[in-house]
T-cell receptor
Framework: DAKTTQPPSMDCAEGRAANLPCNHSTISGNEYVYWYRQIHSQGPQYIIHGLKNNETNEMASLIITEDRKSSTLILPHATLRDTAVYYCIVRPHSGGYQKVTFGIGTKLQVIP | DTGVSQNPRHKITKRGQNVTFRCDPISEHNRLYWYRQTLGQGPEFLTYFQNEAQLEKSRLLSDRFSAERPKGSFSTLEIQRTEQGDSAMYLC????????????FGEGSWLTVV
């Protein structure tokens, strides 16, 4: 019962920006958008999260639409090491416990 | 900050045997989660602890599964009478009980039941 929709797979050329979309049309006002990635055989790695403003850190940028119904994770210069499954998740950031529910994510293949 | 630590990383066991996985969360994280992941699927929630209290259990956690966090620090997940369908990666995660409650995952423990 994931609350997000992502394309199952994407390709990106090495060195180019990878733009991974996510739809979360039922997001509520207190829910943040989180992104994780999972490299083969490893645990999910936290990337970034945001509420309504665009966010940037050393790994990626997160662009959230004004109506908050969708977002895009941007890897500005994709490398082969960015090949992974990327999960977009919505959950409250505070105010008590909320488990993370994963969908199947987007499998990003970075091509040399 | 050494991250969430899980061991063993890999376990091969015969059907019917019991197995136990251990998780050491990030220091001072009082929330701890267990997830299970099979090939091609996203992680599925199993159970959640707030300190030593187990506050939620998924329907996926059958009677053969038991999780503990006796002192509110490390946790164990035991699977009794393993079945081939239990073959999966078992993920542990932890977070603070505060506004900074990003969930951080360990590297997982792979279980193969033969």
């Amino acid at each position: 019962d994931a609350k997000t929709t992502q394309p199952p797979s994407m390709d990106c050329a090495e060195g180019r920006a990878a733009n991974l979309p996510c739809n979360h049309s039922t997001i509520s006002g207190n829910e943040y958008v989180y992104w994780y990635r999972q490299i083969h055989s490893q645990g999910p790695q936290y990337i970034i999260h945001g509420l309504k403003n665009n966010e940037t850190n050393e790994m990626a940028s997160l662009i959230i639409t004004e109506d908050r119904k969708s977002s895009t994770l941007i890897l500005p210069h994709a490398t082969l090491r960015d090949t992974a499954v990327y999960y977009c998740i919505v959950r409250p950031h505070s105010g008590g416990y909320q488990k993370v529910t994963f969908g199947i994510g987007t499998k990003l293949q970075v091509i040399p | 900050d050494t991250g969430v630590s899980q061991n063993p990383r890999h376990k091969i066991t015969k059907r019917g045997q019991n197995v136990t996985f251990r998780c050491d969360p990030i220091s001072e994280h009082n929330r701890l989660y267990w997830y299970r992941q099979t090939l091609g699927q996203g992680p599925e929630f199993l159970t959640y602890f707030q300190n030593e209290a187990q506050l939620e259990k998924s329907r996926l956690l059958s009677d053969r599964f038991s999780a503990e966090r006796p002192k509110g620090s490390f946790s164990t997940l035991e699977i009794q009478r393993t079945e081939q369908g239990d073959s999966a990666m078992y993920l542990c995660a932890s977070s603070l009980d505060s506004v900074l409650n990003t969930i951080y995952f360990g590297e997982g423990s792979w279980l193969t039941v033969v």
